[in-house]
């Protein structure tokens, strides 16, 4: 577990007990987070003098691009239909759309599909990339999330196709600068568990970059993180999420943050625009979607981690919010994962 800024996440792609931890050191974001299990598979470190332009195939449901020297111009996927982008050193790009996007020293300059770039490439290194241009020079640090679950939808889809956040934005832009240059540091480098390193500090860019866009005043930031400022609702929140199989109630959910029920369940569904207990079972089945897909765990037992002792209700709600039976979607996703210590 890293603390960072009074932040606590939890590393992403690693699965420790669920105890009951204190209601201060439950963060919703980190959680969720944490189950959607991001990882970094394609990176790219790359110095272009001008003139140079690249067409970034898919890779993934989200890319990065940081500007660790000189300039380029992000040209965003048509579908999203916006204007050429001007980035900086210091800036980082966020590519959601599942289109290609260009990134270019000029919007003028021809492109060519990375995959065609082979004679940039560097010799004995698959992820570095050169060229032989006598224009300004520009280095990229690039990057692709993957993801293993199923949670980070919700996530994404708070995201626009693209998102720009450049340099002096923000406190969390400082954090993300950091990540950005360990990222580069450990990238230069040739050392055992390299990979796992990358993958933990692209977990900390991800995190920083989702913090300082939900913070700004004109994003759609998801209805359950804008409900986090709320003290009632966003406890509540985080009694869910800390103790998800316990048997709550409107009334005890209400009870524990100090709200009369008809108070709380009307100010919950207003902030976070679902009921509570919606919410908490719509919560339980996506933890459950994850033990299916990820452990040998009987049905049985997990309905009992998700807070159902009744198997059959288990199956009856798992059905309604996931559209499958529980045994079905095990048939379709089982992939036991190897865990870490």
Do not use: K
Request: with cysteine.
């Amino acid at each position: 577990m890293i603390h960072s800024e009074g932040f606590v996440i939890v590393s992403l792609r690693r699965r420790t007990p669920r105890r009951s931890p204190s209601l201060a050191t439950v963060d919703v974001l980190a959680d969720l987070l944490h189950r959607a299990r991001a990882h970094g598979a394609v990176f790219a470190h790359s110095t272009f003098h001008a003139p140079w332009g690249l067409e970034i195939t898919d890779h993934g449901p989200l890319s990065f691009h940081a500007i660790l020297g000189g300039g380029a111009w992000l040209l965003p996927p048509e579908e999203a239909g916006s204007e050429p982008i001007r980035l900086e050193a210091g800036d980082v790009a966020l590519v959601r759309s599942p289109y290609a996007h260009r990134l270019v020293d000029d919007p003028a300059t021809p492109t060519r599909p990375i995959s065609m770039a082979e004679e940039w490439r560097v010799p004995g290194d698959p992820y570095r990339y050169r060229n032989d241009g006598v224009g300004q020079p520009t280095v990229l640090l690039c990057g692709a999330f993957r993801f293993e679950g199923d949670i980070c939808a919700g996530l994404l889809d708070a995201l626009p196709p693209v998102l720009c956040l450049h340099g002096g934005e923000g406190e969390d832009i400082v954090s993300l600068h950091g990540a950005v240059r360990l990222l580069a540091a450990e990238f230069s480098r040739d050392a055992p568990g390299q990979q796992a390193v990358l993958d933990r500090l692209l977990d900390l860019l991800l995190v920083f970059a989702l913090r300082s866009w939900f913070r700004r005043p004109d994003a759609a930031a998801p209805p359950w993180y804008r409900a986090l400022d709320d003290p009632e609702i966003g406890n509540a929140l985080r009694l869910i999420h800390a103790e998800p199989a316990r048997a709550w109630t409107v009334d005890s959910l209400a009870a524990n943050v100090g709200l009369s029920r008809a108070a709380f369940a009307r100010r919950f569904a207003g902030l976070v625009t679902e009921p509570p207990l919606t919410y908490l079972t719509r919560w339980r089945m996506a933890i459950a979607a994850e033990l299916l897909r990820e452990t040998d765990s009987t049905i049985a037992t997990v309905a009992r981690e998700v807070g159902y002792q009744n198997e059959f209700a288990f199956a009856t709600a798992f059905r309604r919010v996931v559209g499958d039976a529980p045994t079905r979607y095990r048939a379709r996703h089982h992939r036991p994962m190897a865990l870490t210590s």
